[in-house]
């Protein structure tokens, strides 16, 4: 059977308000917006009839939803694979765990931080995701199809990326993402972007490389996602570039968003950049053009294009 995903939001409220976060801004525009049961029926019927065989719930925060639950059994009728994106803010509750948990397929966890002064920090509130309880309880109520975690990085965790995987090591993770930040240059100020969001992408390196070693060794699945080739050192570089999710660009399009609908199309790249990728005159250069989804489009503006160095046919 062919693989077709939807993204459906069950709301649009969260209870962190991250430095790097992209969709903030807009919900601050929608939290007023319910989403209901009905609605999500709706979409997940109409979608069936079109052979859609997974969906991803996404909020805000899907475990703050009043209608995630709901959401959730639907999918047990209509025979859905699910996905959840979670901070698991709420998953180290043992009832709330042990209310959700069984209706998930795969579970995308966002790990920025394990100690309580830098997830504050970062998330810009008082939670602390207690991790050591959100693990436990997957451990007891969760079947263990597919877990990932997803690390962004920022200004505050850039220099302890290497902790982080280390620590998903330990709890038995064995898919990590590691994914450099997008912003919203109309909503951040260029002073809390430089100080709070993006690092050069050299000094991601100094962690990343390492990471890459640490996952080959404990044979963690590791995917880079967000920085261009021409960043990783000319040392064995066809290997780094396998592992940035640019190497996956099919299978990173294979998704149709709802509520509004974003057809994706077919696969050309000349005609759907994701993500505010920057094309510079430089890239022209680069025998990895057609794949690789080059700075982000707001880096000369940061830190201007003397790492982009591309590497020549």
């Known amino acids: 059977m062919n693989h077709k995903r939807l993204e459906i939001y069950v709301g649009w409220t969260c209870n962190q308000k ?11 525009k929608a939290w007023k917006i319910r989403v209901t049961k009905e609605d999500i029926l709706k979409k997940l019927l109409k ?12 909020g805000g925060e899907p475990f703050i939803q009043p209608v995630f639950l709901d959401a959730l059994k639907l999918w047990k009728l209509l025979g859905y694979t699910i996905l959840v994106t979670t901070n698991a803010s709420t998953l180290h509750i043992d009832n709330q765990a ?36 959100v693990f436990e309880n997957i ?7 597919f877990l990932k975690a997803n690390i962004v990085i920022t200004q505050d965790n850039k220099n302890s990326l290497f902790e982080l995987v280390k620590f998903l090591e330990i709890q ?3 898919n990590i993402a590691i994914t450099y930040p997008d912003v919203m240059r109309d909503y951040y100020s260029k002073e809390h972007i430089l100080e709070r969001i ?12 390492p990471i890459i ?3 080959k060794k404990k044979d963690i699945h590791l995917k880079i996602a967000d920085i ?3 960043i990783f050192p000319s040392t064995e570089r066809e290997k780094y570039i396998q592992i940035t999710d640019d190497f996956d660009y099919e299978n990173r399009m294979k998704i149709t968003y709802d509520w509004n609908i974003l057809n994706r199309g077919s696969f050309d790249k000349k005609e759907d950049i994701p993500r505010e990728r920057f094309w510079c005159h430089k890239c022209n250069n680069c025998k990895y053009y057609w794949k690789c989804w080059w700075p982000l489009i707001h880096y000369e503006w940061l830190y201007g294009l003397d790492e982009i160095n591309p590497i020549l046919n």
């Open 98 to 133: 042990k209310k959700f948990l069984p209706y998930i397929d795969e579970l995308f966890l966002s790990v920025e931080a394990i100690s309580s002064e830098e997830q504050q920090k970062i998330s810009r509130t008082n939670n602390f995701v207690r991790w050591d309880g």
């Open 228 to 230: 261009p080739y021409c």
């Open 213 to 215: 070693e640490y996952c």
């Open 47 to 58: 979608y069936k009839r079109e052979w859609y065989n997974h969906v991803t719930y996404l």
């Open 139 to 145: 451990k007891k109520y969760w079947r263990w199809n």
């Open 172 to 174: 038995w993770v064995r």
């Open 198 to 209: 993006n690092p050069k992408y050299s000094e991601c390196m100094k962690e990343i490389l």
């Open 18 to 28: 991250c430095t790097y976060c992209i969709e903030y801004p807009n919900m601050e």
